[in-house]
């Protein structure tokens, strides 16, 4: 009865998590707003507080601010992220940067550029059935461990830290890479597998159900990874300088803000944007990912992150040939909101 009410809840809390993507008001969206606005649609990979300073961006009003009438849409997905930009359907994509990388690599002639970089460690966590405080990689040998989807970022940081630790991906465990984003919780609670690999809320729903217990972080034992950035094709950056700059300012404002700002106080600032979940909850998560560094202190996407990028792609087999940083990294509207 336990893991069914467990899988019911995990489901109902990412199937309602995702699908407000609302965000596109604000609460401070007064007097300092531009009287002319410019809407822009914005699509992300999912609906995450691992994002918390975009969303103390909206909350705050920043966006409003820059006159921005910000419209929030998921894309569950990076590839279905990448196509709503390639199809004109977004103006901006935030994602794994790998997106970029891929799509530059097909071909794609008006091809989409990173400008703003968000994240700088992984979000994930991997859960355990029992605590394990002296918990090792290794400890993952002969294990079945439920991961991420091909080619995505949390399962090719997942292989890198695992070679990292002087294990094989695919001889000395198993990866079960065949379940749906977003249902690793239900499937682990529900008995399978040894291990999984989850995202906030999940990997805070599993614990306080006892049904899981987070033994390790990727984001900690990953290192400095630019895990996600907003992208936009080449010919939008081209014809909208300054809408991009004010979407840069209005997101760096939400940097400072976390920058400056207790766990406590960024849960209460973006607990609209999650109001499936409680003030407590939001405030465990966030201070997980406050306490590992996992939001930079600026927007620029350096060259030393894109080449970290590429030697994780490359270390997946991922990397079918080295595209320029130049090409596809343009850090002019993150230094000047950086000013």
Wanted: proline share 4%; aromatic share 10%.
């Amino acid at each position: 009865m336990k893991k069914k009410k467990m899988r019911m809840a995990v489901c109902l809390l990412l199937a309602v998590s995702m699908v407000l993507c609302a965000g596109c008001g604000s609460k401070k969206a007064g007097s300092e707003s531009s009287s002319k606005t410019t809407k822009v649609t914005l699509n992300e990979v999912a609906h995450s507080i691992f994002y918390a300073p975009m969303y103390v961006a909206i909350e705050e009003g920043y966006f409003a601010e820059e006159g921005i009438e910000l419209e929030l849409i998921c894309g569950f997905g990076a590839d279905k992220t990448m196509t709503a930009v390639l199809s004109g359907e977004a103006d901006i994509g935030f994602m794994g940067s790998e997106a970029t990388i891929y799509t530059y690599n097909e071909g794609a002639e008006d091809y989409v550029v990173n400008f703003a970089q968000l994240t700088q460690r992984a979000g994930n966590f991997l859960v355990a059935r029992e605590p394990m405080p002296e918990f090792a990689w290794s400890d993952l040998m002969g294990k079945n461990v439920l991961g991420g989807r091909k080619g995505g970022m949390p399962e090719m940081v997942f292989e890198y830290i695992l070679k990292k630790n002087n294990m094989n991906p695919t001889a000395d465990l198993t990866i079960d890479q065949s379940i749906d984003f977003g249902s690793t919780a239900a499937a682990f609670s529900g008995g399978q597998g040894d291990f999984s690999v989850e995202f906030e809320p999940s990997a805070t729903a599993l614990e306080q159900e006892g049904a899981g217990y987070v033994v390790a972080s990727l984001g900690v034992d990953s290192g400095f990874v630019p895990y996600t950035a907003f992208s936009a094709k080449t010919s939008y950056l081209e014809k909208n300088p300054q809408i991009i700059q004010s979407f840069t300012n209005a997101l760096q404002k939400g940097m400072d803000y976390v920058n400056s700002h207790s766990p406590e106080e960024i849960a209460k600032a973006i607990q609209p944007q999650f109001a499936e979940t409680d003030l407590d909850t939001i405030t465990t998560i966030v201070t997980r990912y406050y306490e590992q560094e996992t939001w930079k202190t600026d927007l620029i996407f350096e060259q030393e992150s894109f080449d970290l990028l590429l030697d994780i792609l490359r270390e997946a087999d991922e990397l079918s040939a080295v595209p320029p940083y130049s090409d596809l990294v343009n850090t002019q509207f993150a230094e000047e909101a950086a000013k």
